[in-house]
C-alpha cells in the first residue's frame, strides 16, 4: 500500500503543478524536503537516540524494563498475542506508550524505534510487519495524550484566556481513536489481503535484513538491592516527589476557593483542573530528567557498569539515524511535492461541498488533510487558525484538539518501520488513518458538545 500511495503523491504533485503552473515550487520543495530529512531530522535525532538507547540499555541490563513489563503484563499479553510475556520488546513499547502519553516526542521514537528493534528480532518473515509491530504502529498513531503541550502552547502565546481548556477535549478524542485503531488493526489482520505470506514466499535477498536482529544478548549476572541500595531509592524518590510538588502547587493554591482540600464553596470540576493539569504539567517537564538519573542510578546499584552499558547503547543510535535517511527522505520529498503543487488546496475545494452538507468546518479540513502528512505543515495551518479566528473562538479549541488527538501517521510509520527494513507494511496504514479519522471526527463532536 505505500508503495502505490507514494507513487501516487509524486505522480499527482507533477500533474497539479503542471495544471497550476506551480512546477518550480515542486522542485524547490524536493530538494528542501530531501535536506530536512537528513539535516534538519535525521542527524539531530541520532544525538538523540544515542541518549535514549544508551539510557534503554541500563534499564534493561538491569532488569527494570523487565519488572515494568511483568506489572503490566495482563494488557500486553492481550494486545501482543505473538510476543512473549517476558520479552524485552514488552518493557520498551510500555515505556515509548508512556512518554507518547506524556507528549515526550523526543524520548518516545527513540523508545518506539528500539522497540521496532525487539519486534524485529522475533519476526520470521524480515522484510514484512508483524501483526505486534501493526499493532503498535496504530498505538502510536492514536496514543492517547493527558497533555496536548504544543496546542495548549499556541493557544496560551495567542493570548487565550483558557488554553488548556482542550485538554479535556484531546483526552477524549484521543481514547476514541486509542480504541478505533486496536479495533481497526485486530480486524485487519484477520482478512486474507493482509496475510504474512509463508518463510517460503520471501526471495532469498530480501531473507535478512539485520543479521544480529535476532540475536538476544545473555543479561549480565545482577546483584539484589540491599538496605542501603533501597535506602539510597527511597531517599532519590522522597526529593522528586518533593520538586514535583513544589512545581505543581508552588503555593497550594490549586482549588479555586483558595484551599488544597475540596469543599462545598469550591466545585469539583474545578478542584480536579486545578489539581490535575498542573501535576501533569509538572510530571511532563520532570519525566525526562527522573528517567536519565533513575536509570542509571538503580543499574548502578544493582552492579551494572553504567558507562560502558550506555556507550554500547548509544552506538546503536547512530546507526538506526543513517539506516532512516532513505525512508524519510522518500517519504518527505513526496508529501512536500505534493503540498507544494497545490494538492491540499485541491483536495479542500473537491471536499468542501460534502462536508457542508454534514456541518463540518471547512475552515478545518487543510489542518484535517495535512496532519496525517506533516508535523510543521499542519503546525503552521493550526498557528493561522488561531491568529485568524482568535485563540479562544471555538474553531481554534476544535483545531487545538484535532492536533493534540491525531498524529504524524505517514513520517511515524517511514521512521519505525525504516529503522528495520520493513517495506511491506500491511494493514498498518489504514489501521493508523483509521484512527487519525476518528480522532478529527471525535474531536469536532466533542467540542461542540463541551464548548458553546
Not at 5 to 26: F, S, Y
Not at 225 to 232: F, Q, R, T, W
Amino acid at each position: 500500500m505505500l508503495n502505490t500511495i507514494w507513487l501516487g503523491l509524486i505522480l499527482a504533485a507533477v500533474a497539479i503543478g503542471g495544471w497550476n503552473g506551480t512546477m518550480p515550487e515542486v522542485t524547490a520543495a524536493a530538494f528542501e524536503r530531501a535536506k530536512t530529512a537528513v539535516v534538519t531530522l535525521a542527524i539531530p535525532l541520532a544525538g538523540i537516540m544515542a541518549l535514549w538507547l544508551g539510557v534503554m540499555r541500563l534499564a534493561e541490563r538491569s532488569g527494570l524494563v523487565q519488572i515494568i513489563a511483568r506489572i503490566l503484563r495482563p494488557i500486553m499479553v492481550r494486545l501482543f498475542p505473538d510476543v512473549p510475556a517476558e520479552h524485552p520488546a514488552m518493557g520498551s513499547m510500555l515505556m515509548n506508550m508512556a512518554a507518547n502519553m506524556l507528549g515526550l516526542s523526543n524520548a518516545a521514537t527513540p523508545l518506539g524505534l528500539r522497540a521496532m528493534k525487539h519486534l524485529e528480532a522475533l519476526n520470521k518473515t524480515p522484510g514484512t510487519a508483524t501483526n505486534a509491530m501493526c499493532t503498535f504502529l496504530a498505538i502510536n498513531t492514536s496514543s492517547i495524550q493527558l497533555i496536548p503541550a504544543t496546542a495548549v502552547g499556541i493557544l496560551s502565546a495567542a493570548g487565550s484566556r483558557d488554553p488548556t481548556a482542550i485538554i479535556g477535549t484531546a483526552f477524549l478524542a484521543t481514547l476514541c481513536a486509542a480504541v478505533s485503531a486496536v479495533t481497526m488493526v485486530k480486524l485487519l489482520e484477520k482478512m486474507n489481503i493482509f496475510r504474512v505470506p509463508a518463510p517460503a514466499e520471501i526471495p532469498a535477498a530480501k531473507a535478512a535484513f539485520d543479521p544480529d536482529a535476532a540475536v538476544e544478548e545473555t543479561p549480565p549476572v545482577i546483584r539484589s538491592l540491599g538496605i542501603v541500595s533501597k535506602a539510597i531509592l527511597i531517599v532519590f524518590f522522597a526529593l522528586f516527589l518533593t520538586v514535583l510538588i513544589s512545581m505543581a502547587f508552588p503555593n497550594l493554591d490549586v482549588c479555586p476557593s483558595g484551599g488544597f482540600v475540596t469543599t462545598t464553596a469550591c466545585p469539583i470540576i474545578g478542584c480536579l483542573k486545578g489539581v490535575l493539569v498542573p501535576l501533569i504539567r509538572a510530571i511532563s517537564i520532570l519525566a525526562i530528567p527522573f528517567f536519565i538519573s533513575f536509570f542509571p542510578l538503580y543499574a548502578a546499584l544493582r552492579g551494572v557498569k553504567v558507562y560502558e552499558e550506555f556507550v554500547e547503547g548509544a552506538k546503536e543510535g547512530f546507526q538506526v539515524a543513517l539506516r532512516i535517511i532513505p525512508f524519510l527522505v522518500a517519504i518527505l520529498v513526496a508529501i512536500g511535492m505534493f503540498n507544494a503543487a497545490g494538492g491540499i488546496d485541491l483536495l479542500t475545494k473537491c471536499l468542501s461541498p460534502v462536508l457542508n452538507a454534514i456541518h463540518f468546518p471547512t475552515e478545518l479540513l487543510p489542518l484535517a488533510l495535512m496532519r496525517p502528512l506533516s508535523g510543521s505543515g499542519s503546525l503552521g495551518l493550526f498557528s493561522d487558525i488561531v491568529s485568524t479566528h482568535g485563540p479562544d473562538s471555538i474553531l481554534s479549541r476544535m483545531a487545538g484538539t484535532l492536533y493534540g488527538s491525531t498524529e504524524t501517521t505517514f513520517y511515524v510509520l517511514a521512521v519505525y518501520f525504516g529503522a528495520v527494513g520493513i517495506r511491506r507494511t500491511r494493514h498498518a496504514i489504514p489501521a493508523g488513518l483509521t484512527a487519525d479519522l476518528v480522532g478529527i471526527i471525535a474531536s469536532i463532536i466533542v467540542c461542540r458538545l463541551v464548548f458553546p
